[in-house]
């Protein structure tokens, strides 16, 4: 306890200031409320994600253990009725935060927040990629509408944000209507000039960008982000700690990390996986399976509650965490975290440029892919050679994996527990940082 005390204060010398810092600056502050401000919509798609994949779904989860296909043959065709709501919610997520952080911007500069969002969705189609021709109609592709587009969007956010701000406020620029108009025409009128530089100025950007790199800037930012990671290398636990480290610190800053580098770590690692796979159904057991070093060690040692192990996050929120909205959100949270997707987490605590919280988010995954290797390494337990759907619950993973081993079962709770006391100290942090902010 003296250790943990010790810690505590440290984290609160160093964390604490940065914190109180960082919350007052106004474009992190737009960010951060933009998060928290479509946290209803992205908590709807998680929920739809976990009743389509963990009860609907053939191999899901519950519908494994309940025997729900068994009973009900015809269930997954109900998937349909609930995948409109993914596409209404998390996979447009980047339209709602371009939105949201220019208005945030204009809010704290005094602007008009309401055309200032919408100028920055406007923008965000701007510089979006075009219309592509597919059998004679033109389709606009949806790739870069949610999670692999929020970087982009926060650019623009920020940008559009700033400069409308700053043009709206300029009398030569605005046009002043008689008292006899309407209000809604009157405000319209007043920005109306520094809406259409606004537009101007990132239609020529994308023209020169295009020009560039015909791809786009979404390309462009989404290849600069994913040729690094190439060079990372094959099968090794270094290379599993490498991308994992990588995937957790672009979620500190809003970029669906499994997403962007899926592509690497596909062609990674799915040669091992299939060939441990071919081995079981050669063998029967994942003992000897050719490959110890697969990302499965990621998801049966590291990923519970999904990325950055949040599962120790809301466990170390209930066990020491004094702050109401830290335990309203983890109570939100523990039902979809349970089987792994952390959006509501992610987005409402949120862990998003959240400095305090960076630290555990990125290293607890770390320790418990050592941990994991370590036991396959020495032969305590097989290799992960079984393929387990991506919902069900955090240690039942390495369980399942390794073809029902009781031992990986137990290594998966010590990596929850191991977790859960890496994260206590920084959310002890984040209860200081509050009484801070609120004096």
């Not at 995937?247 to 060939?275: D, K, Q, V, Y």
């Not at 941990?371 to 079984?386: D, E, R, V």
Request: charged share 10%.
């Amino acid at each position: 306890m003296a250790f943990m005390s010790s810690f505590e204060k440290g984290m609160e010398k160093v964390l604490v200031p940065i914190a109180t810092k960082l919350n007052s600056q106004r474009h992190i502050v737009a960010i951060r409320d933009a998060f928290i401000l479509s946290f209803p919509i992205t908590m709807a798609g998680s929920l739809v994600l976990l009743l389509n994949f963990a009860i609907l779904a053939p191999d899901g989860f519950i519908a494994k253990i309940l025997f729900l296909h068994k009973l009900f043959p015809s269930l997954a065709e109900y998937q349909s009725v609930f995948i409109p709501v993914i596409n209404g919610s998390t996979n447009i997520l980047s339209m709602f935060i371009v939105f949201l952080v220019a208005r945030n911007i204009a809010i704290e500069l005094k602007a008009d927040d309401l055309l200032s969002g919408i100028t920055a969705l406007s923008t965000f189609f701007i510089i979006y990629p075009p219309y592509q021709n597919v059998d004679g109609a033109s389709l606009l592709t949806a790739q870069w509408l949610g999670a692999q587009g929020l970087f982009v969007a926060l650019i623009v956010g920020l940008l559009v944000g700033e400069i409308f701000s700053r043009l709206s406020k300029s009398e030569k620029l605005q046009i002043k209507m008689p008292a006899s108009v309407p209000p809604a025409v009157a405000r319209t009128f007043k920005v109306l000039f520094p809406i259409i530089i606004i537009t101007i100025l990132f239609a020529i950007a994308n023209a020169i960008i295009n020009a560039v790199y015909p791809a786009g800037l979404h390309q462009l930012i989404y290849t600069v982000l994913q040729t690094p990671l190439k060079q990372l290398g094959t099968s090794s636990v270094w290379s599993i700690i490498i991308l994992a480290f990588v995937s957790n610190l672009l979620w500190i800053f809003g970029i669906h990390g499994p997403n962007t580098i899926a592509a690497i770590r596909e062609a990674m690692f799915t040669e091992a996986n299939l060939e441990n796979l071919n081995y079981v159904a050669a063998n029967g057991s994942a003992w000897g399976a050719p490959y110890e070093i697969s990302w499965a060690i990621n998801d049966a040692f590291a990923n519970y509650g999904g990325s950055g192990m949040t599962l120790g996050l809301l466990i170390a929120v209930f066990i020491v965490s004094r702050r109401k909205d830290y335990r309203d959100i983890g109570k939100l949270s523990l039902a979809p975290g349970l089987f792994n997707i952390n959006e509501p987490i992610i987005f409402g605590l949120p862990v998003v440029l959240n400095p305090i919280l960076i630290i555990p988010f990125v290293l607890a995954p770390i320790v418990n892919i050592l941990i994991g290797w370590s036991a396959i390494h020495f032969g305590l337990i097989p290799p992960i050679a079984y393929s387990v759907p991506w919902t069900t619950p955090g240690p039942l993973i390495a369980f399942l994996g390794t073809g029902g081993n009781w031992l990986a079962l137990v290594i998966g709770f010590v990596c929850l527990a191991v977790s859960t006391l890496i994260y206590l100290p920084f959310v002890m942090a984040a209860n200081k940082a509050a009484d801070v902010v609120q004096k």
